[in-house]
Each structure stands twice: as structure tokens, then as C-alpha cells.
Nanobody, 124 residues
């Protein structure tokens, strides 16, 4: 399975971006999907996750109320809508698939397939 993350870019603080994570592989809609990010000099951290049908979501505290994760299984795509962006949101964002039990999980080691990352830069 290959994941393609896109939608990153440069935005001013307070602005919005929508990231997409897509694949042409059929099993995509069976598994939970997560978004992670890694800022320069920092460890990769969980941002948001969604279960296979979109009924269960999980967010890191710092993005609650600003970011929304959703999925469109007909398009084999998961989205991360990011609003009210802050400079501290600057990072490379990665999407990943979890072949595990179903609900989204918050640790990177629990995810099995990773996309290549898309850079989000938020200027102050």
C-alpha cells in the first residue's frame, strides 16, 4: 500500500489548509488512519486519527477545536482540515495506516504504512 499526502504549503498564522491522504489500494477503507507531524529537531507526534468508517476520531489536545479529520472511503482519501493555524503547527505532516484493531491510536509505532509527508509552514 502506498499513501500520498498532499496539501501542505505556506500560510500565515490564523489561516487554513486542508491536507489529503490518498491511495489507490482497496484495503484503505478497512483501516484506521492517522496524521502525525514532525517539526525540525523534534520527535514525530500524533495529530489526529480516524477509524475505518469515520465514526470515531481522536485528536491531540493542542489541535482540538482547530483541526478536523474526516474520510471519504469512496475516494480512498482521508482529510485533515486545519484552521486557525499557529506557527507552532509548522512541521512535515505524515499520514499512516493502522492495521490494528480498528479505533485510531496515538502512537507512531502502532501504524504500519506511512506516506511521504507534506510540509506545512505557518508564518507569524
Amino acid at each position: 500500500v502506498q499513501l500520498q499526502a498532499s496539501g501542505g504549503g505556506l500560510v500565515q498564522a490564523g489561516g487554513s489548509l486542508r491536507l489529503s491522504c490518498a491511495t489507490s489500494e482497496r484495503p484503505f477503507s478497512t483501516y484506521a488512519t492517522g496524521w502525525f507531524r514532525q517539526a525540525p529537531g523534534k520527535e514525530r507526534e500524533f495529530v489526529a486519527g480516524i477509524n475505518w468508517n469515520g465514526g470515531v476520531t481522536l485528536y491531540q489536545d493542542s489541535v482540538k477545536g482547530r483541526f478536523t479529520i474526516r474520510r471519504d472511503n469512496a475516494k480512498n482519501t482521508v482529510y485533515l482540515q486545519m484552521n486557525r493555524l499557529k506557527p507552532e503547527d509548522t512541521a512535515v505532516y505524515y499520514c499512516a495506516l493502522d492495521y490494528g484493531p480498528g479505533n485510531p491510536r496515538g502512537e507512531s509505532y502502532e501504524y504500519d504504512v506511512w506516506g511521504q509527508g507534506t510540509l506545512v509552514t505557518v508564518s507569524s
